[in-house]
Each structure stands twice: as C-alpha cells, then as structure tokens.
C-alpha cells in the first residue's frame, strides 16, 4: 500500500505540473491585463505596476519564477486586495467555505446512504419513489446508494447469507451494505473536493467570505495570481481526495488492495 501511494503523489506532482503550467499560460493568453478595466491608468503608472510585479520580465522567466513560488506554496500578492497575498485570501477563505462544505457533505451523505438504502429494500414501492425530492447531493447518492444496493442484494453471496437463516438486518448492514457503499466512495471524492472549496453562487448570493467568491470577484477583477492559486489549491485538494478514495477502496474491500498491492509487485 506504501509503495502505491508514493507513486500516486508522482502521479499527482506530474498533474500538477500540468495544470500549473496551463493556468500560467492561459491567464497570459486571457485579453486584457491585471490593471486594465474600466478607467485606464496613466502609461507610466501602469507600467511601474508591472515592473513592480514582474510582469514587464519575459514569460519564461515569469513562468519559472511562478513555478518556483508555487514549489514554496507561495501564489504571490494580490493584484486587487491590497496588502494580501494570494495565501491570505486562501487562509482566511477556506476555513469558511469548509465549514459549509463539511456539514452539506455529512447530510448529503448521512441522509443519502440512507434513503438508498430504504429505496432499495422497498424497490419499486412508495418508500422508493419519495427519495426524488431531495436535494441534488443527498439525491445523488441515494439513487447511487440504490441501484448499487440492489445490484448487490441480488448476488449469489447475499442469497447464501438469507439461506443461513441470517436476519435481514445482519444482511444489510453486515454484507450488503459494504460493498455497497463502493460506487459512493467513488462520487464522494470529487465531491468532497468541489463542496468544500466553496460552493461559488451560494457565497456570492448570501455574501459569505469563503473561496469561492473570492474566486468570482478575482475573475471579475482580473486578479490573475488569485485566479491561478485558487485553481491550484483546489487541484491540489481534488487529487488527495481522489488519492483518499482509493485507501478508502482498499480499507472497504480487501479483494481490491490485494490486487492493487500484486500490481505494484
């Protein structure tokens, strides 16, 4: 298991890579500029600006000044929060935006797996039709939580099980409902990493301070280095949720680590 993981965390180094390298240079490909809006700025106020921020430099020099800083997990300033840096704005943002995200995350799963699990005990009567006014997350994983629960109360195993004279509890929670609960972990993952990064039209409509409406008002303030670091950290927070996952897949079902474990032989 230790040598997957240290090779995941490569994999993970080369994707970010990657994404750091694209968001560089799509932010210099983007129209426009950091200073440029509405009212224009004297030419040499402008380019005081730039020389003050390194923009005036060439892009590879920025590009591997930017690759350096981001290696130190340091974003750089602001362009439009004066006084703060990029790593403010995530610091005091996403404690806000992960308190929110942890609590709709804890419902959405507490209440979905549930309801899955009722939908399927009762398949096609009554109790399995009302899961359909839930909220999007928790309805979600209810019907994942359902159509994987059925598939695997009807498996040769869980028949074996009911023939012992089990009850039908000891057959759900014991036997059903581990294997079932795999197709949730899988969602769970990218999931976890979208909500707790802060949901972007819930913060700007209620104006709470979290992640995702400094994202928004970065974008609207062409505040670049707030755009990229913000892109990073959240690629950053899906990968090790991806990479939680798949421990989770092991620790949930031996059958899958061993296999992993033959692989990595």
């Excluded at 923009?55 to 920025?62: A, E, T």
């Excluded at 591997?64 to 290696?71: D, E, N, P, Q, T």
């Amino acid at each position: 298991m230790l040598k997957y993981i240290g090779k995941r965390f490569i994999y993970m180094i080369i994707t970010l890579f990657v994404i750091v390298t694209a968001t560089f240079f799509l932010m210099q490909a983007a129209p426009g500029g950091p200073f440029s809006g509405e009212r224009k700025l004297p030419p040499e106020i402008e380019a005081n600006l730039n020389e003050h921020y390194g923009l005036d430099k060439p892009l590879f020099v920025q590009y591997v000044s930017y690759l350096k800083s981001v290696a130190m997990w340091d974003f750089g300033p602001s362009f439009k929060y004066k006084g703060q840096s990029v790593n403010d704005l995530i610091n005091s943002g996403f404690p806000v935006s992960f308190t929110l995200g942890a609590e709709a995350i804890l419902l959405a799963l507490a209440f979905g797996v549930l309801f899955g699990v009722l939908a399927a005990l009762y398949h096609n009567k009554w109790q399995d039709y009302t899961i359909a006014l839930a909220s999007m997350p928790m309805a979600f994983i209810a019907r994942l939580s359902r159509s994987s629960m059925i598939e695997v109360l009807n498996s040769d195993y869980i028949r074996t099980a009911k023939a012992k004279g089990l009850s039908r509890p000891s057959v759900t929670v014991r036997h059903a409902l581990r294997n079932a609960l795999l197709p949730v972990v899988t969602y769970m993952g990218p999931m976890a990493a979208s909500i707790l990064t802060g949901s972007f039209i819930i913060e700007s409509i209620f104006g709470i301070p979290g992640l995702g409406a400094h994202f928004v008002n970065s974008i609207t303030n062409r505040d670049y280095t707030v755009i990229m670091g913000v892109t990073v950290f959240f690629s950053v927070l899906l990968l090790l949720c991806v990479l939680i996952v798949d421990v989770l897949y092991g620790l949930i079902d031996p059958r899958i680590k061993l296999s992993k474990a033959k692989k990595g032989a």
